[in-house]
């Protein structure tokens, strides 16, 4: 997928975004994404903003969608992390335009997570993945970092008072990290009020469900997946109750 058009003579033209119609736009866009490719995704972003669009309406059909088409051939094993990484990357040249409009327009975020690699562990690629997928698929994203002792954790919730408490280890020395983190929460109180979801390469579902955790994800598709899920029931759960 590319915006370049291939001419008779081998040579080749750019695609002028503007000419498009809006659905053309919005079909381009997802190819753009899929290829990594920021600067056009930034373009088509204010082209829909300049023809009336609302910004959740370029979020959800724009760019969740692109991102939506990405994690699906991501967790079939079509694309790799490095691709899926470009297209996160081209997703937040979007999201950087459209970040203030929607905060202004009070626009319903499907949830909000914070995530951060546990104490001891500096790896963040699978985090970052996991936080950029996230917050193409609507989700605010709290990142915490690197090295979060329990402390970080603790503050974070209260703070911002997620939907989702996210943890990432890639060594099997700090994995176990993890449940300390879940016991503090469980000791304060609070463990029932927050979904938690753990992942990273060492780890697997036995580990997840041996530590406390709400469910193990092996990478950034299934995380999404698996949190819409998680939110999802949360809503019907609240709906019958109210």
């Known amino acids: 997928m ?3 058009v291939e001419l008779e003579d081998g040579a080749e033209e750019d695609i002028d975004l503007s000419s498009l119609s809006d659905e053309e736009l919005v079909q381009q866009m997802h190819d753009d ?13 204010h082209i829909l903003l300049a023809r009336g669009w609302t910004p959740d309406k370029v979020l959800a059909e724009a760019l969740v969608e692109g991102m939506r088409i990405v994690g699906i051939d991501f967790r079939d094993g079509i694309l790799f992390v490095p691709e899926v990484l470009m297209a996160a990357n081209a997703m937040k040249g979007g999201m950087f ?19 951060g690699t546990v104490k001891g562990d500096i790896h963040d690629i699978g985090k970052n993945l996991v936080g950029m997928m996230m917050e193409g698929a609507g989700f605010e994203v709290i990142d915490l ?4 002792p329990v402390e970080s954790y603790m503050e974070a919730i209260e703070q911002h008072q997620p939907d989702i408490v996210g943890m990432s280890a890639l060594l099997t020395t700090t ?12 000791e304060r ?7 938690v979801l753990v992942g990273g390469a060492p780890l697997n579902e036995a580990f997840g469900d041996a530590i406390g955790a709400d469910a193990y994800c092996r990478d950034a598709a299934v995380a999404v997946e698996t949190a819409k899920e998680f939110m999802a029931r949360r809503h019907n759960q609240l709906a019958a109750t109210a």
Not at 175 to 186: G, N, R, S
Not at 189 to 195: E, K, L, Q, V
């Open 175 to 186: 994995m176990p990290y993890m449940k300390v983190v879940i016991d503090e929460m469980v």
């Open 145 to 148: 970092g690197i090295n979060n």
């Open 97 to 115: 335009i459209l970040r203030p409009l929607l905060a202004e327009t009070g626009a319903a975020r499907i949830g909000m997570m914070i995530i």
């Open 33 to 45: 994404l899929y290829d990594g490719l920021k600067a056009e995704i930034e373009e088509g972003t």
């Open 189 to 195: 109180g609070i463990r029932d009020d927050y979904t």
């Open 2 to 4: 590319s915006d370049d």
